[in-house]
Nanobody, 120 residues
């Protein structure tokens, strides 16, 4: 059974940093592209970043480019999202998702989400 779980969210002031983790089990992690999405209250879920199966390619939303960095550790079936210079508009529930390579990507598995709140 596949299980995907995010952790690392919290309440931080604007300008602070957080690192989110996404641990996966029950799948061949290194054959999946992994992505982060987020959903703010009253808004649609939006794409944040995708990292390819070996970490060789990453694609960021313009809103986080230069501030967020995705990485992965295939030996430990874990993906990370380093978030720096956080802004109040980054406040959202952050979800990780897995998609089988190669593109086009369809996200087969999702986590339950972790709340990130950035105070002004």
């Amino acid at each position: 059974q596949v299980h995907v779980a995010e952790s690392g969210g919290g309440l931080v002031p604007a300008g602070a940093s957080l690192r989110l983790s996404c641990a996966a089990s029950g799948l061949y992690f290194s054959t999946y592209a992994m992505a982060w999405f987020r959903q703010a209250p009253g808004k649609e879920r939006e794409f944040v970043v995708l990292i390819s199966w070996n970490g060789g390619n990453t694609y960021y939303a313009d809103s986080v480019k230069g501030r967020f960095t995705a990485s992965r550790d295939n030996a430990n079936n874990t993906m990370y999202l380093q978030m720096n210079s956080l802004k109040p508009e980054d406040t959202a529930v952050y979800y990780c998702a897995a998609a089988v390579e190669p593109p086009p990507y369809e996200y087969d598995y999702w986590g339950q989400g972790t709340q990130v709140t950035v105070s002004s």
